[in-house]
Every structure is written in C-alpha cells, then in structure tokens.
C-alpha cells in the first residue's frame, strides 16, 4: 500500500512538472579491465561516463543514466557475445569507450546491425571511419592516421627518413604500420621493412634486434599500452638510442610514461589528444578524477569516454528521446564543447574532430614530480589532424 | 659471409642468443613444476603468480626499505618459498589423495587470486625497476649488442639449474626425493620425514619461481600478469621435456628457447604457437614427453 502510494505520488510530480519527460539510458563501457590496456582505459572509463553524467546532472535533466561495464579480455569473439547480450536483453542504449581495435570493429557491426548507438574512445583504427565506416558510430579521441600525421611526420622532419617497424600482429597495429607507412613515403622517407610481434608480447628483443640490424634510422612502434612500455624498456637496454636509431612510440600513454619513469622515456615524442595539464578545466577535471581512480591522471582515453558520454547525454536532452537515428543526427548536427576537448565537431563519416597535440617526455630533472611529463611541441589544429573526408572511402560520404 | 635462407649469420647468431636468454626463464621456471610434479604429484598452476611475486618482491625491497637488486637475488626466492611452503602446509597437502585434477584447480584459483590482488594495487601497467648499475650496459659481441643484465640471466640461471640438477641427481639428499618420489611410503618406512621433504621440495620449486621472477624484473615490465602468459608456455615446455623429468625439462627450456628465437626471425607471427606445434608433435610421437618414462 505504501508503494502504491508511493508510485502515485512520483507519478503526480512528474505530471505536475509539465514538460518533464523521464528517459532511461544504459551506457555500457566495454573495455580492457585486466589485460595489458586495463590501465588506460578500464575501471578509469567506467568513472569517466559515470563523472559526465554526474557533471551533466542528468538526474535533473529527466534523464536517468546508468553505466554498466564489462571486460571483452581484448577478444573480439568475447567482445562481440558482450555486446549483443547487452543490446538484446539488458537494454543498453549506447557503448562506450573499446579500445583494441579487433573488438572495436566487431561492436562497430553489431552496433549498426542493432541500430544502437557507439562512443568509440579507446580503439585507434582509422577504418572505423574509413571503409567500416557506420552511421551509428562516432569516433571520438584520436586515431591510427591522427597518431601516423603527428608523430610521423614529426619524425621524418627531424631528419628520420628511413624506418622499421615493430608491429602488434592484430588489426590496429596493422592500421597503424600502415597509416605511418602512408605519412613516412608521403614526405619523402623509406620504410626498409616491419615485422609483426604477437599480441600481447613480453619480450621484444629479437624484434628490436631486428630493426636494430636493419639499420633504420627510425625504429617505429606500432604497439600500445603494455607492449609499448616492455619494448621501449628493452629498447633502451639494447641500447638502439645509443647507437643512432630513433624511438617511435608511434600511441603512447600517461600511464606508459608513468610505468616506464622519465629516465627511460624521456625525449619520446608522442601525439595526443588530451593532457590533464592544459589548462584550468582539464587540471580540475584531472584532480576529481585522480580521487576516484586509484591516484591515477586521466588518459586521453578516460577523457574521450568522459567527453563522448557527455555530448550524447546532450543529444539526448536536446531530441527529448533517445532513438539512436535521431540522437546521432542531433550529436552530428550539434557543435561539441566539453572542458577537456573544447570546441568541436562530428563529421559525416563518424570522425570526431579537435586539435591534437605533439608532446615531448620531459627530462627527469624538468619534471615536478609523478605525472609531470609532458611538455607541448605543437598544436596540430583539427583541421589538418585527422583524415580528410574524402581520402576515407567510408561508404556514407559518397 | 655465408648466409642462411637469406639471413646474415651475425643475426642469426644474435637471435640464437637471445633464444637461449628467453631458454633460461623457460628452463628455470619449468625446472621449478617438473620438481614439484615429480615429487608431489600436483601441477603447480601458481607458478606464474610466484614468478610475479618475485619480481614483486624485488621491487618492494628496493622501494620500500631501499634494499638492492643483489640482495633481492639473495633474499627474494627464500621468502617466495616461504610463501609456498605456507600454501603447502595449509592447503595443497590436503589434495595429495586426491586426482591430479583438484591440485590443478586449487593452484589455479590462487593464481587468480594472487593476480587479482596485485591488479587492484599496482594496476596493470608495471612499475619501473631500474638495473643495477654493474648490469647496465653491455658489449658488443660483433654481431650483437649483450646487454649485461641478459648475459646475467644466461649465467645465473646455468649455475642454478646445474646446481639443482646435481643436487637431485648426485647427492643424497637427492636420492632420498627421488626415492620418496618412487615409493614415499617405503622411504617412509626408512625413517625419512617425507611430508617434510615434501613440503620443502615445494618450497624450493617456488623459491625457483621467485629467483627467475627477480631476474625478469629488470628487463620486463613489474606487473600483475607477467607470469600469467609465461607460465602457459612453461607448461608446454615441462610437457614437452616429459613431466617430472629434471634434466628433461632444463635442456627443454633452453631448447625451445631456441626454437622460438628461430622462429622469430623467420616468422615473427608464428612464434606464439610454435611450442605448442611441437607440443603436439612431440606428444603424437612420444605421449611421455622426450625425457620422460612412460608410465
């Protein structure tokens, strides 16, 4: 009886509140949460979407969100099962973050077949807006030909003309071997050749004993998270910046710099879409989310699912419904503005477009102390950083 | 110069060294299981996470009571024993009558466990573990360069397994595990204290596991899940070697070691699976593993 009561009266406010509507939305942030990537994105991501629907006050808005998260183990097979559970019966509206662009891909179909909805931060592969380009997806913080465009042509500016690559054998190191490749030949430079280490990877020492020989003057990595951090740590011990090659971290994070320490990553040069220590808003942003993650900085990752959560959470509210073609058009059709990316935009392929960053790994004795570790190169503006539309060949712009 | 299927020898020889440094983690950890499957009759799926406990162990020695790298050697293996023999006593000697099976289980939800914990504090990424100075550098061989802390891992972890392979094989301290091994109730019968030797063997197989996680912890990434995708290729390798089979599962390690080097020359993509093709191989041809007897 009390219930019912209740019931009634929750009932008669919301009647009363006239234009109110209520709209239940299910975020499910499906990522990496034990394996080599579980730091850059993981239970980071998941309070990312939670802190942007706290910060939206989503509650007020009428919109009631709640964030599920599970643990695709870096599998597409285990993604992929994730995935259609959550659309089919647990009734998630949108999925957030996938980083491993194996799984990506895959929740890229299931999402555009489902007609739901993806926020993309975490994969890199810049197929997911070129020729697996979707309707449905929106890629949000960076990717493979952003990551070749910065770093690589950075590197061959500097005089890194001939390259070698040591390649994570899945989709995205594929994409990335390949976009990097594109940027290298473009501006005159050679690629002497790559090889393909299993993914994940624990040792890299014949792989870097490879590029070593190859007489590279540019070893690229085309790897992330933690094969990134063993490879440049086995790196340094071989020695392959003392004998005159350079080091690529062609996607490197926070938390890989934090990982390594400066003595072994300092003087990397990175490309980035966000650091916590830009300015006013992304160093409050940054402290808030430091509290609630374990004493962790956010990584551009975590700031791109906060971000893409935020700006469909403002779709949302300005459609007044949550259908995934009509919210998709809102968000497209919206400019984007968030405290930790700006003023943006979504382009017709998916493609989320903001400057990027070239960042440099400060020196051990330029640093303040932990997660004091990048300085600003340059500012890549988001019209020259990512992909021109027309060299995509997604199939939703011809 | 010579060279094979259009290969320079200098790098084949790197390769082939480098091969027998990654052998040395392979023959000292699959040392560790084939003792402790030899004398208990349980597949230590633990190994892994005792692995990662010794890299951990040297870590928190250093950062937090400023202990070095040398002393970690000398400390870190006997106190990740202790914590096997702990495990031991507690738990794992009451599936001794028991299928092989519940051991497996048993060990592995510790794994899980112990992984688990490290994960929720330390996070996944590793945690930097500078070399010691003396093994910072290296030289160059000619056709490679040597960092000196791998020519250290090829050095201790030989000394170590000749040394375990002696103990067992020519001492007779030795004989008696072998024979408790064979018939534990007639060395029983003797006046041995054979669950104590049994407890301790454990803790020596652990203690095996601590010392190669130590050695790692320079050149790999400190983190959670070092062991947990080592320790499925260790399996292969002891499987290989024959379970239980000592000198079998040293000269395994080092061999495939070999092999995978090999293979990560002449196809980078296939060197995650070629121990377990010739896992397969062997046990088509030879089900006991190639230093194993048949039961």
């Known amino acids: 009886m009390k219930k019912m009561g209740f ?85 998630v509206d949108v999925i957030a973050d996938v980083p491993t662009s194996s799984v990506a891909l895959a929740v890229n179909e299931i999402t555009k077949e489902k007609n739901k909805i993806f926020l993309a931060s975490g994969p890199a592969s810049s197929d997911l807006t070129g020729k697996a380009c979707s309707p449905n997806t929106v890629h949000w913080t960076y990717d493979t030909w952003a990551l070749a465009n910065g770093t690589g042509s950075a590197m061959v500016a500097q005089g890194g003309d001939s390259w070698f690559f040591v390649t994570a054998d899945y989709a995205f190191g594929h994409a990335l071997e390949r976009d990097t490749s594109a940027v290298v030949e473009a501006s005159g430079g050679k690629v002497l050749g790559a090889v393909r280490h299993p993914f994940p990877g624990q040792d890299f020492s014949s792989f870097l004993l490879q590029a070593q020989g190859s007489g590279a003057k540019v070893v690229g990595l085309a790897n992330a998270g933690g094969d990134t951090i063993n490879a440049v740590k086995q790196a340094s011990e071989f020695g392959i910046t003392q004998g005159g090659q350079s080091l690529a971290a062609l996607l490197m994070f926070i938390n890989d710099v934090h990982a390594l320490s400066l003595e072994v990553a300092q003087g990397l040069v990175l490309t980035g879409a966000f650091y916590w220590d830009m300015n006013d808003q992304t160093r409050e942003f940054s402290a808030r989310f430091q509290e609630r993650n374990a004493g962790q900085k956010p990584s551009m990752i975590e700031a791109g699912v906060y971000a893409s959560v935020l700006h469909y959470l403002k779709a949302v509210e300005a459609v007044g419904d949550k259908d995934a073609a009509k919210v998709m058009a809102k968000m497209k059709e919206m400019p984007t503005d968030d405290p930790l990316f700006g003023k943006g935009t979504i382009r017709a392929d998916g493609r989320k477009l903001h400057d990027m960053y070239l960042f440099r790994v400060k020196k051990p004795d330029q640093s303040k102390g932990a997660w004091d570790y990048f300085e600003t190169v340059a500012t890549i503006p988001a019209d020259k950083a990512f992909r021109p539309l027309a060299d995509g060949n997604c199939p939703l712009v011809k | 110069m010579f060279e094979l299927l259009g290969i320079p020898p200098q790098v084949l020889f790197g390769q082939l060294l480098l091969g027998l440094i990654n052998g040395s983690f392979y023959a000292v950890l699959s040392l560790g299981l084939a003792v402790i499957f030899g004398l208990l009759n349980i597949i230590n799926f633990t190994h892994g996470a005792q692995y990662m406990l010794g890299a951990f162990g040297a870590w928190m020695l250093l950062n937090y009571l400023g202990v070095g790298y040398w002393w970690a050697v000398l400390i870190v293996p006997p106190i990740v024993g202790l914590t096997g023999i702990v495990l031991e006593r507690v738990l794992i000697r009451r599936l001794y009558h028991l299928d092989h099976l519940y051991g497996l289980l048993l060990t592995f939800g510790l794994a899980l466990i112990i992984v688990g914990f490290f994960r929720q504090f330390f996070g996944v990424s590793g945690l930097p573990y500078p070399p010691p100075p003396l093994l910072t550098g290296g030289h160059n061989l000619g056709f490679m360069y040597l960092p000196n802390s791998r020519a250290w891992v090829i050095l201790a972890s030989l000394i170590v ?47 095996l596991a601590g010392f190669a996680g130590v050695l790692a912890a320079p050149i790999y990434a400190v983190n959670p899940n070092m062991g947990a995708d080592l320790i499925i290729v260790v399996f292969a390798v002891v499987v290989i070697g024959g379970m239980g089979s000592i000198l079998g599962s040293i000269l395994t390690g080092f061999g495939l070691g070999l092999i995978e080097g090999l293979t990560r020359v002449f196809y980078p993509e296939g060197s995650a699976v070629v121990i377990f093709v010739i896992m397969a191989l062997v046990l088509l041809v030879k089900p006991a593993g190639l230093f194993g007897r048949s039961a």
């Open chain 1, 7 to 91: 019931i009634l009266a929750s009932t008669a406010s919301l009647l009363m509140a006239g234009a109110a509507y209520a709209t239940d939305v299910k975020i499910g942030v499906l990522n990496d949460r034990s394996g080599i990537y579980a730091d850059i994105a993981g239970e980071g991501s998941v309070i990312a979407a939670q802190m942007a629907a706290e910060d939206f006050k989503a509650a007020d808005k009428g919109i009631n969100v709640s964030v599920v998260s599970a643990d695709h183990q870096n599998k597409p097979d285990v993604g992929s099962n994730i995935a259609r559970q959550w659309y089919d019966t647990e009734n």
């Open chain 2, 161 to 207: 397994c000749l040394a375990t392979w002696f103990i067992i094989e020519k001492t007779r301290l030795g004989a008696y595990l072998r024979a408790a091994t064979e018939n534990p109730t007639m060395v029983g019968a003797f006046g041995i204290n054979v669950p104590l030797l049994v407890t301790l063997t454990y803790g020596f197989g652990v203690a």
